[in-house]
């Protein structure tokens, strides 16, 4: 049996060839999402969102997944965090900040909807907007701010 990795809020016992929860729907220890991140571990959870560790096997390096939590989020709520998870990874393609939150990555598989970052120990923290120079950056940081801050924030 394939144990959820949210033991104390779930703890849910899945089938054997299971690949999410079939109680919480986040994904199970060793599956790949996209056939590329390995999930290893819960780091964090939240109400509405799971943080994993998982390693790219393309890029072989530790991963940060952050995604929303399946059975917590409306189809509205899906759509808006894959809308704001390109925004992020459109920024992070901009900020050349050595301490600032890089996206990698973002998608879907199965019911899952999540981002990549990259794993950086310490209190790494998004590039102030006067660092992006980009002059539409207020406004689509405004817009989006609450799932940016929701998609970057590191595990403790």
Not at 129 to 153: D, E, F, Q
Request: proline share 5%; charged share 25%.
């Amino acid at each position: 049996m394939g144990m959820c990795l949210d033991l104390e809020g779930c703890g849910f016992a899945n089938r054997e060839k299971a690949r999410f929860c079939a109680h919480c729907g986040i994904p199970l220890e060793g599956i790949f999402l996209q056939g590329r991140y390995e999930v290893q571990e819960l780091a964090l959870k939240e109400r509405k969102t799971v943080t994993l560790r998982a390693l790219d096997r393309h890029q072989g390096q530790s991963v940060l997944v952050r995604a929303l939590i399946p059975q917590s989020a409306t189809e509205g709520e899906r759509e808006e965090f894959l809308q704001d998870a390109e925004l992020a990874a459109s920024l992070s393609e901009r900020v050349e900040d050595p301490g600032s939150v890089r996206v990698l990555d973002y998608g879907q598989d199965g019911p899952l909807v999540f981002l990549i970052k990259a794993e950086q120990r310490g209190g790494a923290e998004i590039a102030s907007r006067s660092t992006l120079n980009w002059p539409g950056m207020p406004r689509l940081v405004a817009k989006s701010s609450r799932w940016i801050s929701m998609a970057t924030m590191m595990p403790p």
